[in-house]
């Protein structure tokens, strides 16, 4: 049966922000094609109707997520941001969490047309930071801005890499959201 072009079009819609989940909770080669179109509730015949490769998809269901991050921290208080985005609840949300945290590692080993994605959604997360910083009374240079940023995702990962249970996880989110708000109010942190 012949699908039409806006059901295509939801179709695909459906399978990216269906991989960008996944992906993010489980790695890019954690999940197959045919497990993922089953996921958004399609048969895996149309996958390739939809897209030329599974890396066309990782590319853009990364891409994706990245947007979706920027929409969401474009209102948000700058506090506000990193008390979430160092939260157990975050680090243990990898499915709805940030794309650059949970899938970083995995796009350093993948092509350059993945990478441009990510060093775009990293330049994204950067310049947000920058103006959501300059928004709330709080102008900081790029190199403080990127270390923030660094420090922010470099404790997310290394929290993830943990066991859940184990007490340097939490003190990795702890110490390092408490040195990031000291630093937006340029208190030395404790």
């Known amino acids: 049966m012949r699908v039409s072009r806006a059901q295509a079009q939801e179709n695909r ?21 045919v497990e993922l179109m089953a996921a958004a509730g399609l048969s895996h015949g149309g996958f390739y ?19 979706r991050s920027s929409v969401e921290m474009a209102d948000v208080d700058v506090g506000r941001f990193i008390t979430h985005y160092l939260s157990r609840k975050h680090r243990d949300s ?8 949970a899938l ?11 990478k441009s994605v990510f ?19 709080l102008p900081h240079t790029r190199a403080h801005v990127l270390s ?32 990031l708000l000291a630093q937006l109010s340029g208190a030395p942190a404790k």
């Open 148 to 179: 923030m940023v660094a420090q922010m995702v470099g404790a997310l990962m290394l929290s993830r890499a943990c066991p859940d249970d184990a007490p340097i996880a939490d003190e990795i989110l702890d110490t390092c959201r408490a040195d």
């Open 13 to 33: 819609t459906r399978v990216v922000d269906t991989a960008s989940a996944l992906f993010r909770e489980r790695g890019y080669d954690g999940i197959g094609v």
């Open 94 to 101: 990898r499915a709805d969490g940030c794309t650059i945290a």
């Open 49 to 67: 109707n939809q897209f030329k490769s599974k890396a066309a998809l990782m590319s853009e269901a990364a891409a994706c997520g990245l947007a």
């Open 119 to 137: 060093q775009t959604g990293i330049v994204a997360m950067v310049d947000g930071f920058t103006e959501r910083l300059a928004a709330d009374g």
């Open 104 to 114: 970083g590692g995995d796009a350093a080993r993948q092509d350059d047309e993945i």
